[in-house]
């Protein structure tokens, strides 16, 4: 079985619970199911759960090379030069990390966060559309913040053939 869930921000990646953060027994009542592949706590989007341990295998290490896509709001507006460097690929504390396929792109129609982001006055957001194959600890956030473009939001709204489409916040669906 495979389950589709939409995470809203603020959500642990994880059923048990931990102290008074939310976690995703808050949201999915689907019995033998687990999470294939993560996303951070302040992340949002698509979460895969399955109870197939070979398919959650294959979802979540990255020496299968399934693809995520991420809307991410970065603070700034970066040139393509800036991007150009999330394509090469850029050096993290653990490591260089794989070439990231990136482009500037409109915001897209997604649901309000609470809270929302910070807005600055001074200080302009624009949103990428960033595509890895990997999926190290906070990875996205970390490749913006070393081009110099902090993130402010990260949706994931694709994995491998998976996508978020219409799923509300909060709510999954078995495809």
């Not at 913040?145 to 669906?173: D, K, M, N, S, Y």
Request: proline letters at 7%; hydrophobic letters at 35%.
């Amino acid at each position: 079985m495979i389950v589709l869930f939409n995470k809203p921000f603020r959500v642990l990646s994880q059923f048990t619970t931990e102290g008074e953060k939310s976690v995703l027994a808050d949201y999915i009542d689907i019995p033998g199911v687990y999470c294939a592949g993560r996303l951070d706590y302040d992340s949002e989007g698509l979460l895969v759960l399955t109870d197939d341990g070979k398919l959650q295998q294959r979802v979540s290490n990255p020496k299968y090379g399934k693809v995520k896509r991420y809307w991410v709001q970065v603070e700034g507006e970066p040139e393509e030069g800036d991007l150009d460097k999330l394509r090469a690929g850029v050096t993290l504390k653990d490591g260089i990390t794989g070439p990231a396929i990136v482009e500037q792109i409109s915001a897209p129609l997604v649901w309000e966060r609470e809270p929302p982001i910070r807005a600055r006055k001074s200080i302009p957001t624009s949103w990428l559309n960033l595509e890895i194959s990997e999926g190290r600890n906070r990875q996205v956030r970390r490749m913006t913040a070393h081009v110099g473009f902090p993130t402010l939001r990260l949706i994931r709204h694709q994995v491998g053939e998976w996508r978020l489409g219409t799923i509300p916040v909060g709510e999954c669906r078995i495809p």
